[in-house]
């Protein structure tokens, strides 16, 4: 929503450990709704006008870039002691080539899907920039879960240093180590894939995959058992030090003192915007949908009890699964780009393995080139 047609919205800020660094949030001065949040370094002044850029560019705040940083200034004298303006330094073109150059070199996951990949990277190399959060949406059996564990197996394949958390809201630990080791044979593409069935029964191949995992990546994905609380998420993300966070589902995160769930939904997303922009993590959250949301709605009534979930995440990805499966036995999901903040929102059509608990890309001539031999098929034992 545009903001001149609702009700006035506010900047206000905590402190963040020492320093000029704080945490910047925009709310609504009668509802205390949650509009925006990001950290901001208040003693840098291209921190501050970049911030109070994208705030009116985003529509955030009625205001001018003008306004918003004198408002801005003002808030650093207090958190840092910053008196007046510096003069900015002249710019040339040495300072356009390195602001080119970290653009080029910004952090990303690489998950391995090479349709999110390609998509949340842009122009930049292909992954997951940190700092961002990315939407699943979908009805159930649209496979959120699936491609959430997809993405988290091959990140930590793809990545030895890589640490990541999966908050599980509903899933049994027994249940994720059936699909994890279903996941795993396919990615690893050492010999013949085991279907979740499979590793269910416990069967000789499932435990040689389960071994496998067991040594690569294995005590680098730390789960966060019910109840989900940000506290408790936030507690793992930093002893982990984990820089991609899966959390499953949205609605099951908790807060006690909430006073009805959007409320609730509200407060958590404020916090999980931050701890992906604090701790610098890319964040894969699975959300419900509302009622009567197909693939033309529109960014503001995706989420279960909230707008605030659409509007505070950077890509938000729609699950449209086919009403039947196609001949060789994969489920045909197109994942709708309802938003993509950093770049341009384009469909990813992607077929469902049930059995492998696996996508892989429809458009592509040979999905997961890397292992081709070992790619999803239909008519599992």
């Not at 903001?3 to 509802?31: L, T």
Request: charged share 25%.
């Amino acid at each position: 929503m545009h903001p001149e047609n609702s009700e006035k919205r506010v900047i206000e800020w905590e402190p963040i450990g020492k320093g000029g660094r704080a945490r910047m949030v925009v709310v609504g001065a009668d509802s205390g709704v949650v509009h925006d949040i990001e950290a901001v370094d208040l003693s840098l002044w291209r921190d501050r006008a970049s911030y109070a850029r994208r705030l009116v560019e985003d529509r955030v705040v009625p205001f001018s870039q003008a306004d918003v940083e004198v408002e801005l200034l003002r808030i650093a004298a207090d958190r840092c002691g910053v008196k007046r303006e510096p003069a900015p330094p002249p710019t040339t073109l040495a300072d356009a080539l390195d602001e080119w150059q970290r653009h080029e070199t910004v952090p990303t996951v690489c998950t391995g899907f090479q349709p999110l990949d390609a998509l949340a990277g842009g122009e930049l190399p292909g992954g997951l920039p940190l700092g961002t959060i990315t939407l699943f949406f979908g009805p159930p059996a649209a496979g959120k879960s699936a491609l959430g564990l997809q993405c988290v197996v091959g990140a930590l394949l793809a990545d030895p240093e890589l640490k990541a958390t999966w908050a599980a809201g509903e899933m049994s630990a027994a249940a994720l180590a059936a699909r994890g080791i279903a996941v795993g044979s396919v990615l690893i593409g050492d010999g013949k894939p085991v279907t979740k069935s499979q590793a269910e029964r416990r069967k000789p191949a499932a435990k040689a995959v389960a071994d496998e995992l067991r040594q690569r990546i294995a005590d680098r994905l730390v789960m966060v058992p019910p109840v989900l609380t940000p506290d408790r998420i936030e507690q793992a993300i930093v002893a982990s030090g984990s820089k991609l966070v899966v959390i499953d589902y949205l609605q099951l995160v908790r807060i006690p003192e909430a006073a009805d769930a959007r409320t609730e939904v509200d407060a958590v997303m404020a916090r999980l915007r931050a701890m992906s922009l604090e701790h610098r993590c890319a964040v894969l959250l699975i959300s419900n949908i509302g009622k009567a949301i197909d693939a033309n709605s529109r960014i503001g009534s995706l989420g279960k009890h909230s707008s605030q979930i659409d509007f505070d995440a950077d890509i938000c990805l729609l699950g449209q699964p086919a009403a039947e499966r196609d001949d060789a036995g994969m489920l045909p999901v197109v994942w709708h780009c309802k938003k993509n903040r950093h770049g341009r929102a384009h469909d990813l059509n992607t077929l469902f393995d049930g059995d492998l608990q696996t996508f892989t890309d429809a458009d592509a001539a040979t999905p997961f080139d890397e292992f081709a031999d070992h790619a999803p098929k239909g008519g599992r034992p």
